[in-house]
């Protein structure tokens, strides 16, 4: 049984008001997707990366996984005009390379702080459960408003969760389910597990963890920078 990540980077990163992808964004010598891609180049149970790319990027792609040794990427597809989309361009990619009970962990990738406990979690849970979406439990106080402006609602923290990614599945079960919204008119869910929840499925949860972050702003970028710094702290321990 073969572990594969499909990373997503085809979103053009309007939030973060630069010249290029949020995800090819250079940070201490090295862009966004490739920490990413280290991450689970590292890990020793992922055997195969397929990337969802940004249309013109493909080849920046392939020559940063050439130059940082990113030998377990094995496929660049281009991605679509949704989330949803590049999502399913990429799993339709791995259906003609890889079995029907291999796992996909699907993770964005502008997260480039994914840890080796949070993939491994999301592994062992998809295996039990044939389904794993990486959460934590929420924190703040959420309220729910129709204008932005007056509360309408509250929801007890202790019963909601942030889900992350990876979202990690059976490579069947997941294309089936593409497969499923597309005939239904589902067509840009938020994520893979809003998508689960449209179609009446259950969805199972895995570690998550803070530092997991997504880069969608420039403060995220500030974020990023600092904890790489605490990392390298806990390093020289």
Known sequence: MANIALLTAAGSGTRMHQNIPKQFITINDRPVIVYTMEAFQKHPEINAIIVVCLKGWEKVLQAYADQF?????????TGGKTG???????LFELEKHYLPDDIVLIHDGNRP????????DCIVTAKQHSCAISAIPCAEAVMKTNDGVVSVDCYPRETLRRTHTP???FLKKICDLHRRAEAAGI???VASCT???????QVYFSAGSEKNIKLTTVEDIEIFKALLVAKKTEWLK
């Open 69 to 77: 040794n990113i030998t377990k990427l094995k496929h660049i597809v």
């Open 84 to 90: 949803q989309e590049s999502i399913r361009n990429g």
């Open 113 to 120: 702080l994914v840890s080796a406990e949070i993939i491994s």
């Open 167 to 169: 979202h990690g599945f």
């Open 187 to 189: 067509t840009n869910s």
């Open 195 to 201: 998508m689960m929840f449209e179609l009446g499925e």
